[in-house]
């Protein structure tokens, strides 16, 4: 069965560093999503992608976060200057039309130093 | 502000025991509602989804209701057995947009 792909699997950066998660939606997906989970708290939405672009996202998604799919395969967000609050597993999920069930990438955790 | 509340945060039940988890939500404006099993480490598995015109949807030993009336779902889980051990969380889309809101889940441990 097609499934989400993230990697990598565990990221540590220091403060301050950039960072990108990348993610591989499966392949009839159109539309994408990241989430995240601090450790103990709920699933958080950050943004929705669909047709090349932002259709929506939180407010937790602010100018430090941005999102690319630079060749039709991948699904990439980027963290341009990384906090200790932004530790966290990050979730890719995908979607083959609103109202499907979602379907999730095993997560890539990013510890932040 | 949509908020999602699962009871219990945590079950412990003997193995083959049916079981129920519970799911309230505050705004019924919602477009569906799904559950998803999350396993230690691993991602959101979807089990269930229930759009809002729906009562009910099974799979195997699992059924989840909707009223959504009175912002309430269930999860029936029937003979458990210890594979069903994980936490489950059930997460609602908005009318207005397509964002989950999510419950902080119901930790479930079947005891061989």
């Known amino acids: 069965e097609p499934e989400v792909t993230q990697t990598p699997s565990h990221q540590v950066t220091q403060m301050g560093q950039e960072v990108i998660l990348r993610c591989v939606p499966i392949s009839n997906h159109l539309y994408f999503y990241w989430y995240r989970q601090i450790l103990g708290q709920k699933v958080e939405f950050l943004v929705s992608f669909y047709n090349n672009e932002i259709s929506e996202k939180s407010e937790i998604f602010d100018d430090q976060f941005s999102v690319e799919r630079p060749d039709g395969s991948n699904f990439t967000l980027k963290i341009r200057s990384t906090k200790l609050e932004d530790s966290a597993m990050y979730f890719c999920?995908?979607?083959?039309?609103?109202?499907?069930?979602?379907?999730f990438g095993n997560g890539t955790r990013l510890t932040v130093t | 502000k949509q908020e999602v509340t699962q009871i219990p945060a945590a079950l412990s039940v003997p193995e083959g025991e049916n079981l129920v988890l519970n799911c309230s939500f505050t705004d019924s404006a919602i477009y569906n509602l799904q559950w998803f099993r999350q396993d230690p480490g691993k991602g959101l598995t979807s089990l269930l989804l229930?759009?809002?015109s729906q009562r009910e949807q099974t799979s195997g030993r699992l059924n989840a209701s909707l009223d959504k009336s009175s912002g309430r779902s269930t999860l029936y889980i029937a003979a458990s057995q210890p594979g069903d051990s994980a936490t489950y969380l059930c997460?609602?889309?908005?009318?207005?947009?397509?964002?989950?809101?999510w419950g902080a889940g119901t930790k479930l441990i079947i005891k061989p």
């Open positions: 229930i759009q809002s």
């Open positions: 997460a609602v889309s908005l009318d207005s947009n397509y964002q989950l809101i």
């Open positions: 999920a995908s979607e083959e039309g609103l109202n499907s069930p979602l379907h």
